[in-house]
């Protein structure tokens, strides 16, 4: 009985070596050219016991070998490493941005037999203009009660803390006051998501304008200051291409609350360009093509639950082709409920999550537009950006909203007079740990 029990402890302790390993790599974010050294922890000493029994496997996304050989169909590059410390570790550069997987194997021990894979392993390496970003998730474009919405305020706010947002902005329809509220009411409390006012201006019975993060309320500086405000629509009309006088006066409208918003620190959106409620596009074609063609604005809300995103799409891709000039796009959901807040997103690569840095990152075309409501999400943007946005959704961004999610539960109770400064704390230390941890250093 005792030799039976010792054979199946055997058995069950090599099982364990295949089956029960895992590898883990802490930095996950590698800068272009460099020669950085590679740590992989396994959990199981069996296996780490005999190196000899494990294989380190490559490929880049592009299909080829760290010597720019094509790789054949599923095969990888096997890469030499050592054994230090109780961990794995081997060198390599990466010459290009772009994905890469590391695919960890217990070798076979008869050529009878075949390699067990033990775990696949996916980094990125980015430019080093890209390196030195980091990645912010949020919303801008979502309404409350202060104008249509079904839900407070506070509960829009606390719907896109669990969402793992790292930015926010109530933006309701011509009320530049329910954001500053918002932001005054949350002021105590130190959350790690950061708010900015907002406004969606109506100058014009077409036209919707998104107002991020200025520093005033359009719809009431062009109410205080009509003479003002009449001289820039007339000035304006000069400068408009040739198109019929109702379309080129509301898109002289249009083009001064952009001009209005850029002058007092905001950044300016032509939202859901496609939008057509009523069996009509709310803007028509002669000022949305003008719109696209001279990029009056900062950015394109290529996405909107309201909108055609695809219409959105390809006119950006057409124009950009056609005109030479960067379009700059962002996406936001326009929630009129707090159930609706996650359906599209924007994606900021940026130097911070200040405001400033934020609204440059998308003047520089570093943001990206996130369609959510379908089983794949849908990004669009720059290519590249766009490649290492997807790779975020599915290694990054989790784990944020994982630790934001708690601070919800916390933000819930503060609001109800319990003291939580200690889990916002502990919150604001676990996203910055483990973001800089994400983000290989030598």
């Known amino acids: 009985m005792k030799r039976f029990i010792c054979i199946w402890g055997i058995i069950i302790a090599s099982l364990s070596s295949v089956f029960a390993a895992k590898f883990s790599v802490d930095a996950r974010v590698y800068p272009v050219g460099e020669k950085v050294s590679i740590e992989a ?5 069996i296996l780490m016991a005999t190196p000899r029994k494990i294989g380190v496997r490559y490929i880049s996304d592009d299909g080829l070998f760290t010597n720019n050989a094509v790789a054949g ?7 030499p490493f050592e054994v230090k410390n109780g961990k794995i570790v081997f060198d390599i550069t990466f010459k290009k941005q772009q994905e890469h997987v590391f695919v960890f194997v217990k070798k076979a021990d008869t050529e009878k037999t075949k390699d067990i894979i033990l775990n696949k392993i996916r980094v990125y390496s980015l430019s080093k203009d890209n390196f030195v970003l980091r990645p912010y998730k949020g919303a801008f474009h979502m309404h409350s009660k202060g104008s249509d919405g079904v839900d407070q305020p506070v509960d829009m706010a606390l719907e896109c803390l669990k969402l793992g947002f790292d930015y926010m902005a109530l933006s309701d329809h011509s009320n530049y006051y329910s954001s500053v509220k918002l932001i005054a009411d949350l002021k105590k409390y130190p959350i790690s998501m950061a708010l900015y006012p907002a406004e969606e201006v109506h100058l014009n019975s077409c036209a919707h304008v998104q107002s991020f993060g200025a520093q005033i309320s359009i719809t009431d500086w062009t109410k205080k200051n009509a003479k003002q405000y009449q001289n820039a629509i007339d000035q304006k009309l000069k400068t408009l291409p040739d198109m019929p006088q109702e379309s080129k006066y509301k898109l002289a409208q249009t083009c001064v609350a952009f001009d209005i918003i850029k002058a007092n620190g905001g950044i300016s959106v032509f939202n859901h360009p496609y939008w057509k409620p009523n069996d009509r596009t709310t803007v028509d074609s002669y000022a949305r093509d ?7 604005c ?6 909107n639950d309201f ?14 082709a056609k005109t030479g000039k960067r379009i700059n796009v962002v996406g936001n959901s326009d ?4 159930k609706n807040l996650n359906n ?3 994606i900021i690569l940026a130097n911070s999550v200040k405001f400033k840095d934020l609204a440059d990152a998308i003047r520089s075309g570093k943001s990206l537009a996130v369609e959510n409501t379908h089983k794949d999400k849908v990004v669009f943007g720059a290519t590249d950006d766009v490649l290492f946005a997807q790779f975020l959704e599915d290694e990054f961004f989790p784990t944020i909203k994982e630790i934001r999610q708690a601070e919800y539960k916390a933000l819930e109770d503060a609001l109800k007079g319990v003291d939580k400064n200690d889990e916002f704390k502990k919150a604001a230390e676990k996203i910055k740990k483990f973001t ?7």
């Open 290 to 296: 003008a719109i696209y063609e001279n990029f009056y």
């Open 73 to 79: 169909w599923a095969q990888y590059q096997d890469l």
């Open 344 to 346: 599209s997103y924007t």
């Open 41 to 45: 922890a396994c959990d199981d000493p």
């Open 298 to 303: 900062d950015a394109i809300e290529v996405v």
């Open 307 to 320: 909108d055609n995103d695809f219409y959105a799409f390809i006119k950006t891709a057409e124009v950009q």
């Open 436 to 442: 800089d941890g994400f983000w290989y250093k030598n």
């Open 335 to 338: 929630a009129h409920s707090k």
